[in-house]
């Protein structure tokens, strides 16, 4: 017998869990503040129980800290946060895309291809748009590793980098980057298939970011 309840327990858990966890990427709940169900509730429109659980699944995302037995805080950014995150990406991330390299087939070049240019095409529009189409290049960059477990560890780190490039983003020094351009030299060296440019590439891609947050941003 399906219970029709416990299934609904899961879709408002689900509706939570995503929510939540776009308030943290982008901001809307700032790092380190203290995470109240009763306020969850109201803004989310939904029971206490399913908020508790999408706030223990993001414990696990390493978004969401607990804080003693029955409390819960946006995890924290700050500078020492971020250069962990940095230098796991650019070593994982590296490995990443030399092993699709290495396995590199027309299917994944036509998928890179693909990728950029929907990337491209939502760079004008709305900015939930474009950051699911930028991941999703970055994602299919390191797709055809043959490394399941490597490419999860990567999208996590990928998430837990996006709110410093929201604070990154909101600086008009920032946007005198020519981010494209990045995007674009990354693609056509894995297009030749040339691992030491791509990753050199990808790297200095992201060190910049890093580069300018050391600089710039009060961590």
Not at 40 to 45: D, E, F, I, P, Q
Not at 81 to 107: H, K, V, W, Y
Not at 178 to 196: F, M, N, Q, Y
């Amino acid at each position: 017998m399906i219970d029709a309840t416990s299934g609904k327990e899961t879709s408002a858990t689900h509706g939570a869990y995503l929510a939540i966890r776009e308030m943290i990427l982008t901001g809307k709940l700032p790092a380190g503040q203290k995470l109240k169900i009763e306020q969850l509730r109201s803004m989310l429109n939904t029971g206490a129980s399913p908020i508790r659980e999408a706030l223990s699944l993001l414990t696990s995302d390493m978004l969401v800290e607990r804080i003693d037995q029955r409390g819960f805080r946006a995890a924290p950014a700050n500078k020492a946060n971020f250069e962990e995150i940095l230098a796991l990406r650019c070593s994982l991330e590296g490995m990443a895309l030399r092993q699709s390299i290495a396995n590199a087939t027309p299917d994944w070049e036509e998928r890179l291809v693909l990728t950029h240019h929907h990337m491209k095409k939502a760079t004008d529009g709305e900015t939930s748009e474009f950051e699911k189409a930028h991941k999703t290049f970055h994602m299919a960059l390191l797709s055809n590793s043959g490394s399941p477990m490597l490419q999860r560890l990567c999208d996590q780190l990928y998430d837990l980098n996006i709110r410093y490039r929201y604070l990154a983003a909101g600086s008009a020094r920032y946007q005198k980057r020519d981010i494209p351009a990045e995007h674009a030299e990354i693609l056509e060296a894995c297009i030749v298939r040339d691992a030491d440019l791509a990753c050199g590439s990808l790297l200095s891609h992201y060190r910049r970011t890093g580069d300018y947050l050391s600089r710039e941003m009060n961590l």
